[in-house]
């Protein structure tokens, strides 16, 4: 789970992360995206306006840490997840023959069956 100041959205084309950053200290509202190339982007100030594109705004740098922690946090739930052994399906019951009558049997049983004694 993120923190509640960043907030993953709908990557677009171009991009496979994307999250809305709310700053806590001005509440101002920044888009921090991972393009496809694996870069890091930022529309805050110090990341468009700078002639170096810095790759390290805070920003950036908490959005990261967040994902770590999320990945970690799921790597551990993983880690510690009972085993879960397969099952096998039941095998069927095994089709047992009725044991040999006689002829005089058979005749009574269909006899029987058909209303007769």
């Given at each position: 789970m993120f923190p509640q100041h960043?907030?993953?959205?709908?990557?677009s084309n171009g991009y496979s992360d994307r999250f809305e950053y709310v700053s806590p200290s001005s509440s101002k509202t920044y888009?921090?995206?991972?393009?496809?190339?694996?870069?890091?982007e930022c529309s805050c100030p110090r990341w468009t306006v700078s002639k170096y594109r810095r790759t390290?705004?805070?920003?950036?740098n908490d959005?990261?840490?967040?994902?770590?922690?999320?990945n970690a946090q799921q790597a551990i739930r993983k880690r510690?997840?009972?085993?879960?052994?397969?099952?096998?399906?039941?095998?069927p019951e095994?089709?047992?023959?009725?044991p040999a009558i006689s002829m005089?049997?058979?005749?009574?049983?269909?006899?029987?069956?058909q209303g007769g004694n």
């Open positions: 960043i907030i993953p959205t709908r990557a888009i921090v995206a991972l393009n496809n190339q694996g870069v890091w390290d705004c805070k920003h950036i959005v990261r840490g967040a994902m770590q922690m999320q510690d997840a009972p085993a879960r052994t397969p099952v096998a399906p039941a095998a095994p089709i047992r023959p009725e005089d049997e058979l005749l009574q049983r269909l006899a029987k069956l």
